[in-house]
């Protein structure tokens, strides 16, 4: 088979596994099918609360998280609709969740920053920027306690590493050998301001290496770069190295939540993004490895089915009783059948 060319973006000489680069695209359309999916929601009403989409963003998801296993832990964002979906939770369930019915992956009680699912190892996503990486560092030192092989991936955006919890969590990620992979999906912005002007220094790898934590850069929109560079560093964890970091530049295509029409960013930075953007960088891979479009264009129809199925389905689905608003309030359980 002919590789892709530089052309298209792929560096000439680099190995394609057409099976795995079929899949990523696939997983990347099913991903941007659930947030434009979750925007329509909003826009007739049947999604509550605020949604950050992560459209432009979908080769972090799919070149990370889709190759982590079963057991595996993931901590998530207020941006991670496509962390959730590529660590194999339901869309059905993860829709049912946004409008708020009793089918919803929590009850219809969590909603878009709320979404867990530890029946796939997803603990979590969090509306607080960079409380989900010492919960990373504290999920990876009970999994040191309870022994085995599983390890803990953790992603936050670029704005989470000015926060302290960031140098806490490494820190103890480190001092510990802790099995965490960071991730630290850059897409340029914390909210409506470039990271950049808050960020002091080089920025998440160099920091990360100040603290004993070996940090890879990659380019985030190229989905197989990224699975090449998280494989070797899950590897890496996964076999007793302690944590490690994957710092992946990429960009939100859309605003900050979908209020935000992002009318602070150039046209032409918008473009140029637009022109990387890692749906249509996969697919052209694949039309230039002999994949017939029409079979790329049913890759799209599908995902974009499967969602509008989900939709009509939790629009048609009951909302929770109210009794269910005091289940599940300061109950922490039994530590013996806590999740990891
Ligand atoms: C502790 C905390 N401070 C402020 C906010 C408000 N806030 C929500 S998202 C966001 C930007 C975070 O930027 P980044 O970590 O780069 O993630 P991105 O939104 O770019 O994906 C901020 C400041 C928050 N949710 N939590």
């Known amino acids: 088979m002919e590789r892709p ?3 298209a973006g ?3 000489g680099r190995n394609l596994d057409l099976g795995r680069l079929r899949a990523h695209h696939r997983l990347m359309l099913r991903i941007r ?3 434009e999916t979750a925007l329509r929601g909003l826009a007739e009403k049947q999604v509550f609360g605020a949604i950050h989409p992560s459209i432009g963003q979908e080769a972090v998801a799919a070149g990370v998280v889709a190759q982590l296993l079963r057991d595996d832990i993931l901590l998530s964002t207020h941006r991670g609709h496509g962390h959730t979906l590529a660590k194999g939770a339901s869309a059905g369930a993860m829709l049912m969740e946004l409008l708020g019915r009793a089918g919803g992956v929590c009850g219809g009680k ?3 920053m709320h979404i867990a699912d530890f029946g796939v190892g997803m603990l979590g996503a969090n509306g607080v920027v960079a409380a989900n990486i010492v919960i990373a560092a504290g999920a990876a030192h009970a999994i040191r306690l309870q022994g085995g ?3 803990v991936c953790c992603l936050f955006g670029d704005g989470a590493i000015n926060r302290g ?3 806490e969590g490494l820190n103890w990620a480190a001092a510990f050998r802790l099995p965490v992979l ?3 999906e850059d897409n340029g912005f914390a909210a409506t301001t470039r990271a950049a002007a808050l960020t002091a220094g080089p920025g998440a790898s160099a920091r990360a290496r100040a603290l004993g934590v070996p940090a890879e850069e990659v380019d985030g929109n190229d989905v197989l770069a990224v699975e090449a560079a998280a494989a070797a560093l899950i590897a890496a964890v996964r076999g007793g190295g302690g944590p490690r970091l994957l710092h992946a530049r990429t960009y939100r295509l859309t605003g900050h939540t979908a209020a935000d029409a992002a009318a602070y960013r150039p046209a032409d930075e918008v473009a140029a993004a637009r022109a990387r953007d890692p749906i249509a960088l996969a697919a052209a891979w694949l039309a230039e490895a002999g994949v017939p479009e029409a079979e790329i264009a049913a890759d799209r129809a599908a995902a974009a089915a499967e969602m509008a199925a989900a939709y009509d389905a939790a629009c048609a689905a009951p909302f929770p ?5 005091f289940r599940d309030v300061q109950d922490i359980g039994s530590p013996a059948e806590m999740p990891f």
């Not at 009783?321 to 608003?325: F, L, Q, S, V």
């Open 5 to 7: 060319h530089a052309a």
């Open 10 to 12: 792929v560096p000439a």
């Open 33 to 35: 099918a659930l947030e």
């Open 110 to 112: 969590g909603g878009s």
């Open 149 to 151: 092989a599983r390890i």
């Open 165 to 167: 919890p960031f140098l």
């Open 182 to 184: 960071f991730v630290c």
């Open 321 to 325: 009783d109210a009794a269910a608003a």
